[in-house]
């Protein structure tokens, strides 16, 4: 088998994969009567033709080390994972390789951060570390389909540093 090492995610490290939404740097707003920060437009959503959608996702929690041994991608939309419990989960995303999924890598939030994969980028499944794991997911509605699976011959074995 073989094994990926998760790393904690950064905006850089995960960059070409999405957007990494979080509250870091200064708020672009102080809003209603200066009690809340506003940091505005952190993510590139992309719904194609069709329109958005927000869904609830109820996620059983996973242990590490975590068998991976499937990937997905959404072609025709974005897709959102935003966590409704103040915990951190699992990232799995890989390259695209001539339509398959190149090396995976595997990222480990912080409470607090959600993140956007860009159309069409290969991904794990929703991976809650830690229960209860209910998800907001902002994902492209529409007519056709717009889900690719790809199950890997041999699978890996994601590990903590």
Not at 24 to 46: F, M, S, T, V, W
Not at 56 to 84: T, W
Not at 104 to 116: D, E, H, L, M
Request: with cysteine; glycine share 10%.
């Amino acid at each position: 088998m073989k094994r990926i090492v998760a790393e904690p995610i950064s905006a850089e490290a995960f960059a070409s994969f999405g957007d990494l939404i979080d509250i870091a740097g200064a708020p672009d707003k102080i809003i209603n009567q200066g009690q809340c920060e506003r940091y505005h437009d952190r993510a590139n959503l992309d719904f194609g033709d069709a329109r958005a959608g927000i869904s609830l996702f109820n996620a059983n929690p996973r242990e590490m080390p975590y068998l991976l041994e499937m990937v997905e991608r959404h072609p025709d939309g974005s897709q959102a994972f935003i966590p409704m419990t103040h915990q951190s989960f699992l990232v799995i995303v890989a390259p695209d390789e001539g339509g398959q999924p190149g090396q995976p890598r595997a990222f480990i939030t912080y409470p607090g951060q959600a993140v956007n994969y860009h159309r069409g980028t290969w991904h794990g499944v929703l991976t809650p570390l830690h229960g209860p794991g209910l998800f907001a997911v902002v994902d492209r509605i529409g007519e056709s389909p717009n889900l690719e699976e790809y199950w890997f011959s041999t699978p890996y074995e994601v590990v903590e540093r």
